[in-house]
C-alpha cells in the first residue's frame, strides 16, 4: 500500500518503502542542512558512514569537520561535545554499540545532565546521544543491552526511542533541535524493518514527549515502545482471536513520560500490561506501572502487569529468544489480567 | 632535560627546587625509530632453529584457523569472525611467550593466541559462534575471557599481575590491545597504575593500521604508539609485526622485565589486518587494494618460510609437513562445529549470582514450564501426524 503525503508546495509527494536506518540519515542530513551548528561525531561515523550506516554520506556532503571521525574513546567523545555545545555547537554525538556508551557514563551523568541546572540555567547542552540499543539481531556479548533505565534514572536528561520510519526521523529531529541533552535510543533490530514513508514530504517533526495510540482498543492497554512495539502489535492481533480487543499505546519519550495519554488510555480499558525487552527488576515497567496505579487506581480492574526480559545479563545469541518477550507472553499476561471480575 | 625556557625567563628564575628533576631520563625509555627485525638480519644466526621452526608450524596452523573460521562464518556456522590473517605473527609469539602460570588477556580479535596457547579451538570460539560468553574456564587456562569493550581487559592485566606478585607467585600477565583502544581511557588508566606498581604485566599493541574504516593517522598524532609509554615511565619497544621471530624476542625480554620485577614494558607491533574488520565488514569503502597488496609482500608466514629455506632448515617436505598439521587441525575444528551446539535454555539462569534470587528462581520455573508447554506441543503435532 503506498500514501501520498502532501508536500509545502501543495504536490504530493508518493510515500515509498524505507527503512529507519535512512529515515535517521535523512534527519541527520536535514537538521545539518538547516542549521550549521549541527555536528556530527563519533567512531566511524565518516568514510564508513558508521557500522549501522546512518551517516553515510554526511562526510562527504558536509566535510570531515561536520562529521567527524573520532578516537576511540568514548568518553572523549562525548566529554568534547560537551565543549562543543558550551561554545554554542550542536553536536550529535554517535555511539557504535549500547554497551559501548557506558566509558561515556561520567561525562553524561555528571556533567552532559547536570550543566543547565549547575549553571542555574546559563549554560544549556543541547546535545543528542544516538545509541542503538535492544538486541534480536543475533549479536554477541556486549551488543544487545537495553540500557534505558540508567538513562530514565538521571535527572537533566531526556531519552527518546522510535518505533517507526516516520517517528525516527521526526524524533531525531526534534531531539537535536531541543536545547536539552537527549538520549535518543534507537532500536537496532528495527533498523532495516521497512514502511511506507516520503523522504520528500518528511513526516511532521513533533514535540518530544507525546506518546501515541497505536492501535485502539477497549479491553486492555499494551504499554510499550522502541524494540517491543511491533511485538505488542502483533499480539494485539492475535488477541482478536481471543476476543480481546487491545489498545496499544508507544511512548515514543521515556522522558519525558506522557501521563496524560498513557492515564487517559487505562482509564477507558480499566487494565495494562507494560511490555519492553530490557530487565524487569528496577527496569522502566516499574515506574510506568506505579505511575498508571498512581492516576488510575479507581478504574483499574486488575493489578497492572509487567512483560520483560528476565532479569540476567542478556544471553548468547542462541538463546536470546527464551529471554526476549515475544507474543506468547504478551498474552499470557492479558490472559492473567483478571477477566472473570468483568462477569 | 628541563622544562623549555621562554626567553629572557632564565635571569629571573631562582635555582628550581630539587624535585623538579626528572627522576629518568626519558632517552632509555624511547623506542628506536625503526622497528625492530630479526628474520632477514644478522641476529637471527642467534637464534635458536628449533623455536624458528616452532614458530613456522604455528603460524602454518593459525593461517589455516583463521581462514577455516572465516569459511565457517559463510556456512552459518560462526556468527562473525574477526580475522587475524596477516596478524599470525603477533597472535603466535604472544601465546608461545608465556610460560604455563602466565596470564594472557586477549582482545576479542585474539581467539588465535589463545588457540596458540593451548585452549580448545572450538572452546574458543563459543563467544562467536553465539552459544555461549567464555566457552572455558579462564583459571584453567590462564586466558581471560575474550573481550569486546575495548581496552577494559587491560586494567584487569594490571590487577592480576600485581595480585600475584602481592603474593609472591612468579607470574607475568600479557594483554593484548589493537591501535584504537590505545585511545580508550582504560588504556592509560592500565599504563600509568602498570607504571607506578612496577606490575609484571606487558601490553602488546597490534598496530594493524586500522580501528574498523579509522586509520591511524585519526587515532594520535604521537610519532608512534610505542612512544606513549614514555609518559607513564615506562619503556616503549616497536618490532616489525609481521616477523615472528622479532616480536618472540622483544615480548621475551619485555616478559623477562616484568619478571625480575623491573616493571611493565608497552610493546607496539607493526603489522596489517589483511581481511576485513570482521565478515560483516566493507574494507573496500575505507582502504585501497594497493595498500593491500603492499603488505602481502611482506607476509608473516612467507617471511619465516623464506628465512627458513634460505638456512637450509626447512625444505619442502618440512612446508608440506606443516600444511598437513594445519589441515588435520582444520577438518577437526570444520567437523566439530557441524555439530549444533547442545543448549539448555535454563542455563540463562544458572550463573547470575552464586544463589538465585528468589524473582530468578521464579523466572526460572515460568521459562521451565513455557518449554514443557513447547514440548508437549511438539509431541501432540508429532502423534497428530501420525
Ligand atoms: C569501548 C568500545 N567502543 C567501541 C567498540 C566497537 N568496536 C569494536 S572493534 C572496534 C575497532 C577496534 O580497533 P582496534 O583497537 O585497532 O583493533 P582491531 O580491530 O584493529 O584489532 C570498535 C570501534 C568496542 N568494541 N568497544
Known amino acids: 500500500m503506498t500514501t501520498a503525503a502532501a508536500t509545502a508546495d501543495g504536490s504530493t509527494a508518493k510515500a515509498k518503502p524505507a527503512s529507519m536506518a535512512q529515515a535517521l540519515g535523512r534527519a541527520l542530513r536535514d537538521s545539518m542542512s538547516e542549521d550549521p551548528t549541527v555536528h556530527v561525531l563519533g567512531e566511524d561515523v565518516g568514510t564508513l558512514g558508521g557500522v549501522f550506516r546512518i551517516t553515510d554520506g554526511l562526510a562527504k556532503e558536509f566535510g570531515d569537520e561536520r562529521c567527524t571521525d573520532t578516537p576511540l574513546a568514548e568518553a572523549g567523545i562525548l566529554g568534547a561535545a560537551v565543549g562543543m555545545a ?44 544516538r545509541v542503538p540499543y535492544g538486541g534480536g539481531i543475533g549479536g554477541v556479548e556486549h551488543h544487545s543491552d537495553s540500557s534505558e533505565a540508567y538513562y530514565m534514572a538521571t535527572p537533566g536528561l531526556h531519552v527518546v526511542t522510535p518505533a517507526t520510519v516516520g517517528d525516527a526521523y521526526g524524533l531525531l529531529r526534534a531531539s537535536i533541535a531541543s536545547d536539552d541533552p537527549v538520549v535518543f535510543l534507537e532500536p537496532k533490530r528495527l533498523y532495516w524493518s521497512k514502511s511506507d514513508w516520503s523522504p520528500e514530504a518528511p513526516a511532521a517533526v513533533e514535540p518530544i514527549g507525546r506518546a501515541v495510540v497505536r492501535r ?38 521515556l522522558v519525558p513520560f506522557d501521563d496524560e495519554t498513557v492515564a487517559a488510555s487505562v482509564r477507558r ?55 526476549l518477550p515475544g507474543v506468547d507472553r504478551v498474552l499470557d499476561a492479558v490472559a492473567r489480567l483478571q477477566w472473570e471480575a468483568d462477569s | 632535560m628541563t622544562v623549555q625556557e621562554l626567553p629572557g625567563a632564565a635571569a629571573h628564575r631562582p635555582t628550581p627546587p630539587p624535585a623538579w628533576k626528572p627522576i629518568t631520563d626519558p632517552a632509555p625509555l624511547l623506542p628506536d625509530p625503526e622497528p625492530y627485525r630479526v628474520l632477514g638480519t644478522d641476529v637471527v644466526a642467534d637464534v635458536d632453529p628449533e623455536l624458528l621452526l616452532r614458530l613456522h608450524a604455528e603460524l602454518v596452523r593459525g593461517r589455516r584457523y583463521n581462514a577455516q573460521a572465516t569459511a565457517l562464518t559463510k556456512q552459518g556456522r560462526l556468527a562473525v569472525y574477526p580475522s587475524s ?6 597472535e603466535v609469539a604472544a601465546a608461545l611467550v608465556l610460560e604455563d602460570r602466565d596470564w594472557l588477556f586477549p582482545s576479542y580479535r ?55 606478585r602481592l603474593k609472591g607467585d612468579d607470574v607475568v600477565a600479557l594483554a593484548m590491545v589493537g591501535d584504537g583502544g590505545t585511545s580508550e581511557g582504560d588504556f592509560h588508566e592500565a599504563l600509568n597504575f602498570a607504571a607506578v606498581w612496577k ?26 604508539l610505542a612512544h606513549k609509554a614514555v609518559g607513564y615511565g ?22 623477562a622485565r616484568a619478571r625480575r620485577g623491573e616493571g611493565p614494558t608497552l610493546v607496539e607491533a607493526l603489522t596489517y589486518r589483511m581481511e576485513a574488520h570482521t565478515n560483516a565488514d566493507d574494507a573496500t569503502r575505507y582502504r585501497a587494494d594497493s595498500e593491500v597488496e603492499a603488505w602481502r609482500a611482506h607476509d608473516p608466514v612467507q617471511l619465516l618460510e623464506r628465512e627458513l629455506t634460505d638456512r637450509g632448515l626447512l625444505d619442502d617436505a618440512g612446508i608440506e609437513q606443516a600444511r598437513e598439521a594445519a589441515e588435520r587441525m582444520a577438518a577437526a575444528l570444520r567437523d566439530r562445529m ?38 508437549d506441543h511438539h509431541e501432540h503435532s508429532a502423534e497428530a501426524g501420525r
Open chain 1, 216 to 253: 485502539p482498543g477497549r479491553s486492555a492497554t499494551l504499554i510499550t515502545y522502541g524494540p517491543s512495539l511491533p511485538v505488542c502489535m502483533e499480539a494485539a492481533e492475535a488477541a482478536v482471536a481471543e476476543g480481546w480487543d487491545l489498545e496499544v499505546v508507544d511512548l515514543r519519550s
Open chain 2, 85 to 90: 590473517t596477516g596478524q599470525e605473527a603477533c
Open chain 2, 338 to 375: 557441524n555439530a549444533d551446539p547442545v543448549l539448555e535454555p535454563m542455563d540463562l539462569f544458572t550463573h547470575v549470582y552464586a544463589e538465585q534470587t528468589s524473582q530468578l528462581r521464579e523466572q526460572s520455573a515460568a521459562l521451565r514450564a513455557e518449554l514443557d508447554a513447547e514440548h
Open chain 2, 199 to 224: 606490575a609484571p604485566v606487558v601490553f602488546l599493541v597490534q598496530n594493524n593500521g586500522f580501528a574498523i574504516s579509522v586509520p591511524l593517522a585519526k587515532q594520535t598524532a604521537a610519532p608512534s
Open chain 1, 86 to 129: 558550551m561554545y554554542g555547537l550542536r553536536p550529535v554525538v554517535e555511539m557504535q554499540f549500547d554497551a559501548f556508551a557506558y566509558p561515556a557514563f561520567e561525562q553524561l551523568i555528571s556533567h552532559v545532565a547536570k550543566m543547565r541546572n549547575r549553571t542555574g540555567g546559563a549554560m544549556p547542552l543541547p546535545i543528542t546521544v
Open chain 1, 269 to 323: 480499558t480499566g487494565r495494562a500490561v507494560v511490555v519492553h525487552e530490557s530487565s524487569g527488576f528496577g527496569g522502566p515497567g516499574g515506574e510506568i506501572a506505579a505511575r498508571i496505579t498512581e492516576r488510575c487506581f479507581h478504574h483499574l480492574e486488575a493489578p497492572v502487569l509487567r512483560v520483560a526480559g528476565f532479569d540476567i545479563p542478556y544471553p548468547p545469541p542462541m538463546l536470546e529468544r527464551h529471554h
Open chain 2, 234 to 255: 615506562m619503556p616503549g619497544r616497536l618490532v616489525d609485526g609481521n616477523d615472528a621471530a622479532a616480536v618472540h624476542q622483544v615480548l621475551g625480554e619485555a616478559v
Open chain 2, 110 to 164: 585474539d581467539t588465535l593466541a589463545a588457540v596458540a596457547r593451548g585452549l580448545d579451538p572450538v572452546e574458543a570460539l563459543t563467544l562467536l559462534r553465539g552459544d555461549r560468553h567464555t566457552g572455558y574456564d579462564p583459571r584453567e587456562h590462564r586466558i581471560a575471557p575474550l573481550c569486546t569493550p575495548l581496552a577494559t581487559q587491560l586494567p584487569h592485566a594490571v590487577g592480576l599481575a600485581h595480585a600475584a
